[in-house]
């Protein structure tokens, strides 16, 4: 069975301070899809990125990096210069290629809040 | 905005009763997933459909079902409503089977049962 650990729950920082989010996964596909979303204070879900599991190519987006290492089953995120909008709930999570009959369920870590303090 | 709407935003019930939870996915999406958000259980996949195709179930209750209509909207039904089921109720859709697997969520429909 497939599972996602975000073992912070919780992390502050101050204002322009850089941040690793951490994000361990457990699958036996070999094909799977990682992703990241924010959920800020007003509730909505924003998704932020999409990894293969066939592309362990890091990525960087303006002042959020992704770091995918697949020996480790880790997906960490980091948050360079972080700014108070960067205040949210942060998950991780999983999809299996064929969760069954073209269905990409997206299983959850339980979030990590982080509060960037000004 | 995702592009994917729900209704209501808030609903407040009392226990025993029937609600129904509205999704419209993003234009040319033909999957829709719910999830539940709780604090106990965090975010848990309930139930998908595809073109009006029910394709995965997770963690939902007998109690609660789903449909997919024509349009593509979509409808969660939540009945004998339990104290416990007050939760964040989201769903997402996503550009089909072998499309995007990026899922782009609604803003929830917080359900409230007293």
Redesign the interface.
Known sequence: AQKVTQAQTEISVVEKEDVTLDCVYETRDTTYYLFWYKQPPSGELVFLIRRNSFDEQNEISGRYSWNFQKSTSSFNFTITASQVVDSAVYFCALSEADSGAGSYQLTFGKGTKLSVIP | D?GVTQTPKHLITATGQRVTLRCSPRSGDL?V?W?QQSLDQ????LI?Y?NGEE??K?NILERFSAQQFPDLHSELNLSSLELGDSA?Y?C?S?GG??GS????????T?LTVT
Do not use: K, N, T, V
């Open positions: 995702s999957s997933y999830y965090g975010l848990q996949f998908q595809y394709r995965a997770g964040l989201f997402a996503s089977q072998r697997y990026e899922q782009y969520f609604g803003p929830g917080r």
